[in-house]
């Protein structure tokens, strides 16, 4: 039986209709990245596996029973968002700190997930006093404190430089590597989708459903600004010319490297 099954036979905001037949299923331990145009339900499905909304036709099931339901979903459930979500008047600490249980006796592991993504020097700093990547660590810590089995992360890396973003990437790596959760990565790069995950999962225009779930052939450790990525991202949209309907980038594979 799958960790999790999703069966979302529709979803719809007043007369527009959002999702429909859009199903897919995924093991503990996998990284699924959720690809599509700007604008086609990829928050939305989100927002449904997380219980944000539960108005949609369909079922979500983790382990054979209805996700929230489950006695042990909520706190095994992680959540990153486009926008780091800091409390800005707790430290970096204690913002990891908050999603504890038991903030007092798990303190020791807030503060070895933030040495972990880097920020062992800034563990009582102000949101205010940190960058743009480093509130993104705080988020990245935060939400690997509750060792989720679940971690939704809703393009958690984007508008940041090359860097700072391939940093972030392989700190989220290192700590899905360690701790496997099922991941279900949102983002509208594919190079970065390629980087990262085990399987794609390509949504149609809407009402969106799931139109190519593709596995990625490529060994880890993975260079997101390499030739691999390109020539496989060249490939893909070859092979399957409606993915460039939309928003996803057209390939640019470089041959300088
Ligand atoms: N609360 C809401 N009420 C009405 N319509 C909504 C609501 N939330 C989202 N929508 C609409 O649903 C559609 C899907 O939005 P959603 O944010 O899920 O797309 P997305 O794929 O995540 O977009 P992006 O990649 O730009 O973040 C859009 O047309 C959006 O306007």
């Excluded at 990829?42 to 449904?48: A, E, H, W």
């Excluded at 700072?164 to 790069?189: I, K, Y």
């Amino acid at each position: 039986m799958p960790d999790l099954e999703v069966r979302i036979d529709e979803k719809r905001f007043g007369d527009a209709v959002i999702l429909r037949d859009l199903t897919f299923s995924a093991q503990c331990g996998e990284f699924l990245a959720l690809v599509g145009p700007s604008g086609v339900g990829k928050s939305t499905l989100l927002n449904l596996i997380a219980g944000l909304d539960p108005l949609f036709d369909g079922s979500i099931h983790w382990h054979g029973a209805p996700l929230h339901r489950h006695a042990h979903s909520p706190e095994r459930l992680g959540m990153m968002f486009q926008e780091p979500r800091l409390m800005p008047w707790l430290s970096a600490l204690d913002n990891v700190r908050l999603v504890l249980a038991d903030p007092a006796a798990e303190s020791e592991r807030a503060r070895t997930l933030l040495q972990e993504v880097g920020l062992g020097h800034a563990l009582d700093a102000w949101p205010n006093q940190l960058s743009g990547g480093m509130q993104r660590r705080v988020a990245l810590a935060r939400a690997f404190a509750v060792d989720p089995r679940l971690l939704l992360m809703d393009e958690p890396f984007v508008s940041l430089d090359m860097p700072t973003g391939n940093r972030l990437r392989e700190s989220l790596l290192a700590l899905w590597q360690r701790d496997r959760p099922l991941v279900l990565f949102v983002t509208h790069d594919l190079r970065e989708a390629l980087a990262l995950a085990d399987r794609v999962l390509f949504l149609s225009e809407p009402p969106a459903r799931i139109m190519l779930d593709y596995v990625v052939p490529l060994e880890r450790p993975r260079n997101l600004e390499g030739t691999a990525i390109a020539k496989l991202q060249e490939r893909l949209f070859s092979r399957h010319p409606s993915l460039l309907s939309g928003a996803l980038e057209a390939p640019s594979v470089r041959h300088d490297t």
